[in-house]
């Protein structure tokens, strides 16, 4: 299973990105993760294979919406309200265990995204 992440780029404080992750294979429990420099892997959202639970970290309820297409094979995670604090670069994964949930260990998770960068600028 590959999974591709995009939509990474340079925003200013209070802008909003989507990023996206197109997956080569489906029917996977999803999640964001995000990793600042030196600072450890930390979670942000999941979403449940059919789309209809999601999950999300204290630090981004409220500022992010994930979401997917199944028939695209796509993930989605809409940020807004970006702070300097969310500079990070932000990975995908897949578990093919989880069904639903809320799993924010890494450790459950068998596939990752190379990740894509996220720059807010102040």
């Known amino acids: 299973v590959q999974l591709q992440a995009s939509g990474g780029g340079l925003v200013q404080a209070g802008g909003s990105l989507r990023l996206s992750c197109a997956a080569s294979?489906?029917?996977?429990?999803m999640g964001w993760f995000r990793q600042a420099p030196g600072k450890e892997r930390e979670f942000v959202a999941a979403i449940s294979r059919g789309g209809t639970s999601t999950y999300y970290a204290d630090s981004m309820k409220g500022r992010c919406t994930i979401s997917r297409d199944n028939a695209k094979k796509t993930v989605y995670l809409q940020m807004n309200s970006l702070k300097p604090e969310d500079t990070a670069v932000y990975y995908c994964?897949?578990?093919?265990?989880?069904?639903?949930?809320?799993?924010?260990?890494?450790?459950?998770?068998?596939?990752w995204g190379q990740g894509t960068l996220v720059t807010v600028s102040s």
């Open positions: 994964a897949a578990s093919t265990t989880v069904v639903a949930g809320f799993a924010s260990s890494g450790h459950v998770y068998d596939y």
């Open positions: 294979g489906s029917n996977f429990y």
